[in-house]
């Protein structure tokens, strides 16, 4: 099978395609796939990295506003639809992938004109501009929650399949568990409660989390809280302006980033996050209580719908960004993590909502269209 897949800017975009390219691989050892991605996004890290080779094109997220720059992104993207018909034309691909945002439209439209099938993966609740722009011209679009089924109906074959994820659930014996727990300097006596906000931080939900420690409010539960590399500095600063020492906090331990998130997730009690889509899918694989602070302005609010499938099945609280501070996020934590009985209805709750065998899914999806073309 030869594959193209356009995937570019976050690792929300790039990590399913990535996920996606791997289990073409594992099905059919011959196949060659190549990346379609811009000269600016993380795919330029994550897809050599991951041994596949990425072209670049340009393509630019658009906005309704009036504008000379507007203009020009518009004019680019407009050429990034030539520059992914010459690749399509030169790779001659059987099918054709994309996994959200905006470099999907030049790809997808490219593909077209050579008539070539094509699917696109959407991980979010509410579907990006992209997908519902491209919805008329796709042959397949794979979502991730069935709330999003309802909002594709331009689209022919709409299938629910889950996103792809890394992070699995662990089943650890007690020794295993204390191990890790013991690692990151915690201990097994009190809940442990994981906070982050993405690979760079979230400033809001740091700066609560300064506010539970330097009032010492989590007594009655541990934190590990990942503050995203661009913040650690500024925060060890700020603490010590607090007399605290980043490295020796009661009940606590703060990392720049966790490596080793899949054991961290899975030996964690209670989830404080974000809520882009690869997360709530992870919520509900490893079936974690959560409280969840969407990220606002963003497209379509997406991150909000996506709280919502947690939190419509009672397997999560939100709370909103404007509203969220150290007061509030304590008192929603203990709410959770000291009364038993809540804490696990959360968790079954969320472990309800777990999809399986999602690259599976995906694969069959592809190989529909791909027999089907021939």
């Known amino acids: 099978m030869r594959a193209i897949i356009a995937a570019a800017g976050t690792g929300g975009h790039i990590n399913p395609a990535l996920s996606i390219a791997n289990k073409i691989k594992e099905e059919d050892k011959t196949s060659e796939i190549i990346f379609i991605g811009t000269d600016r996004g993380l795919e330029n890290d994550l897809v050599p990295r991951a041994g596949y080779e990425l072209k670049h094109i340009e393509a630019y997220g658009l ?5 000379i720059d507007n203009l020009k992104k518009i004019y680019k993207t407009y050429k990034g639809i030539s520059e992914a018909k010459k690749i399509i034309k030169e790779f001659n691909p059987d099918i054709v992938i994309g996994t959200g945002g905006y470099i999907c439209g030049p790809v997808i439209i490219a593909a077209k004109k050579y008539k070539k099938p094509t699917l696109l993966h959407e991980s979010n609740s509410f579907p990006g501009k992209a997908v519902q722009m491209l919805s008329k011209k796709v042959d397949t679009i794979a979502v991730s929650f069935e709330d999003a089924k309802k909002l594709l109906t331009k689209c022919k074959n709409v299938v629910f399949t889950g996103t792809p994820i890394k992070i699995k659930k662990r089943n650890f014996t007690i020794n295993e568990k204390l191990e890790i727990i013991n690692s990151i300097g915690l201990s097994m006596t009190m809940p442990i409660v994981l906070v982050f906000g993405g690979s760079q931080g979230a400033q809001k939900i740091n700066e609560t989390l300064i506010d539970i420690i330097t009032n010492t409010k989590n007594k009655n539960y541990q934190i590990i809280w990942a503050t995203g590399a661009k913040q650690f500095d500024i925060i060890k600063k700020e603490l010590e302006e607090k007399g605290l020492d980043i490295e020796n906090i009661q009940n606590t331990k703060i990392l720049p980033y966790i490596y080793n ?43 909000m719908y996506n ?63 791909v027999k089907g073309s021939n």
Request: proline fraction near 3%.
């Open 307 to 369: 709280a919502k499938v947690l939190s419509n099945v009672n397997a999560a609280t939100i709370i909103e960004n404007n509203k969220l501070n150290g007061e509030l996020l304590h008192t929603e934590i203990t709410k959770i993590v000291l009364d038993k009985d809540k804490y696990n209805e959360m968790s079954l709750n969320a472990y309800k909502l777990r999809t399986n065998d999602v690259e599976n899914k995906i694969y069959q999806e592809i190989e529909k269209l």
């Open 63 to 67: 906005s309704k506003k009036i504008s």
């Open 261 to 303: 998130m899949e054991e961290i997730e899975n030996v964690a009690d209670l989830v404080v996050a974000r809520s882009g889509a690869m997360t709530i899918t992870e919520i509900a694989n490893l079936g974690k209580p959560s409280i969840l602070i969407p990220l606002p302005n963003v497209s379509n609010n997406h991150q």
